[in-house]
């Protein structure tokens, strides 16, 4: 059975830093890419960054590319995401996700937690 466990979220100020945390257990995590994805209020859920099994490839979406980085420590079973130069629109619910696609202009994850909520006040 697939757990995937966040931590880390809270209120921050504009400009502030986050690191969010997810640990995982039930599968073969060094085998799978992980992602954090998030989903503001009445918006659809987005991908923010992903990484691959061994951690060689990470992929960052624009609107967070050079203010957050994702990593992982495989010998935990954990992954995290480095948020700096935090912004209002980052205020979100975070996941820890994996087996994600895009699909008909809908992205979804068959896999995700329970989330984190990441509140940035202007």
């Known amino acids: 059975q697939v757990q995937l466990v966040e931590s880390g979220g809270g209120l921050v100020q504009s400009g502030g830093s986050l690191k969010l945390s997810c640990t995982a257990a039930?599968?073969?995590?060094?085998?799978?890419?992980m992602y954090w994805v998030r989903q503001a209020p009445g918006k659809e859920l987005e991908w923010v960054s992903f990484?691959?099994?061994?951690?060689?490839?990470?992929v960052e979406a624009d609107s967070v590319k050079g203010r957050f980085t994702i990593s992982r420590d495989n010998n935990k079973n954990m992954v995290f995401l480095q948020m700096n130069s935090l912004r209002s629109e980052d205020t979100a619910v975070y996941y820890c996700?994996?087996?994600?696609?895009?699909?008909?202009?809908?992205?979804?994850?068959?896999?995700r937690g329970q989330g984190t909520q990441v509140t940035v006040s202007s």
């Open positions: 996700a994996r087996d994600c696609l895009k699909s008909a202009g809908h992205f979804s994850c068959r896999s």
């Open positions: 039930g599968f073969a995590f060094s085998s799978d890419w």
């Open positions: 990484i691959s099994g061994l951690g060689h490839t990470t």
